[in-house]
Nanobody, 124 residues
Framework: QVQLVESGGGLVQAGGSLRLSCAASGRTFSRYAMGWFRQAPGKEREFLAYISWSGGTTYYADYVRGRFTISRDNAKNTVYLQMISLKPEKTAVYYC?????????????????WGQGARVTVSS
């Protein structure tokens, strides 16, 4: 079992930046690849970014590539999502998730554990 807790959400102006953190506890964090997703009101959960267990491989959705950066610190059992140039239409709840799969995981059902989410509101 892995417990995940997101933090760092809040209100930010359009064009601004924000860094989300996801702290893990439970089973060995470094054995899991990690991902970030978001879900806007009335919409499906969408993939944002992936990072392998070692941090050596990252992958981004096309719509955030170049603006979002995923990273992890296995010594601190934490994964991060640095976001810049945020857009108002992207107000959503942001989730981190852990996957035991070996390949790059971009679908929600490829993840085994989820955090409770952090709300990010982007004002125009």
């Amino acid at each position: 079992q892995v417990q995940l807790v997101e933090s760092g959400g809040g209100l930010v102006q359009a064009g601004g930046s924000l860094r989300l953190s996801c702290a893990a506890s439970g089973r060995t964090f470094s054995r899991y690849a990690m991902g970030w997703f978001r879900q806007a009101p009335g919409k499906e959960r969408e993939f944002l970014a992936y990072i392998s267990w070692s941090g050596g491989t990252t992958y981004y959705a096309d719509y955030v590539r170049g603006r979002f950066t995923i990273s992890r610190d296995n010594a601190k059992n934490t994964v991060y999502l640095q976001m810049i140039s945020l857009k108002p239409e992207k107000t959503a709840v942001y989730y981190c998730a852990a996957s035991s799969r070996c390949l790059i995981a971009t679908c929600a059902d490829e993840y085994d554990y989820w955090g409770q989410g952090a709300r990010v509101t982007v004002s125009s």
